[in-house]
């Protein structure tokens, strides 16, 4: 079977989107100031867009505090090779004021610990999550307890893999180029 290709993924403007994705799409056109190619692309499918859309912003409202879930994003987004979040989600820890060490720890998946303990913690226990999908065991979550997480932050943590194994598989499969808004983040 011939391997899927980004042309099967046409990029939507307003007027040639599904019906479905417009107001969606309208919405974060207006949020943005302009159009990402990946909400664009994702228009193809627009449940799939507003899950994912819908499904984030229930991550936001988590308890975990905004670096930890950019951790949980990043460790994502790098882990699922998705150039796309790597640069949006560069720019979101630059407004938020994360310290360059940090950012470019995150985006080198191979860089073998943070220089944060406590967000190290996220990331190394997002990463048994998925090691063992999900049946992590008591030293795994202790260990994330012992940062001061919670077992509330240990199932939010799950929310945000769901949120971005989404995102990055998705945008990896619609083949979505990064705008030139975010150029300056990869």
Do not use: W
């Not at 905004?66 to 979101?92: G, Q």
């Amino acid at each position: 079977m011939p391997a899927i290709t980004s042309s099967a993924f046409p990029e939507h403007t307003l007027e040639t989107a599904p019906a479905a994705a417009r107001r969606t799409m309208e919405a974060v056109a207006k949020r943005s100031g302009y159009l990402p190619s990946a909400v664009a692309r994702l228009a193809t499918s627009p449940q799939l867009l507003d899950g994912f859309l819908k499904i984030s912003a229930i991550f936001e409202s988590t308890t975990l505090d905004p670096l930890s879930r950019e951790v949980v994003i990043m460790t994502m987004a790098t882990r699922n090779d998705c150039h796309i979040c790597v640069a949006m989600h560069t720019a979101k820890l630059t407004a938020l004021g994360a310290d360059g060490e940090l950012i470019a720890a995150l985006r080198d998946d191979r860089t073998p610990t943070l220089p944060d303990e406590r967000l190290e913690a996220v990331r190394q226990f997002t990463l048994d999550v998925l090691a063992t999908s999900g049946a992590v065991d008591d030293a795994s979550l202790q260990s994330f307890q012992a940062h001061g997480y919670t077992p509330q932050n240990a199932l939010e943590v799950v929310l945000g893999i769901g949120a971005y194994t989404m995102s990055t598989l998705a945008n990896r499969l619609t083949g979505a180029p990064v705008d030139a808004q975010m150029a300056a983040f990869v």
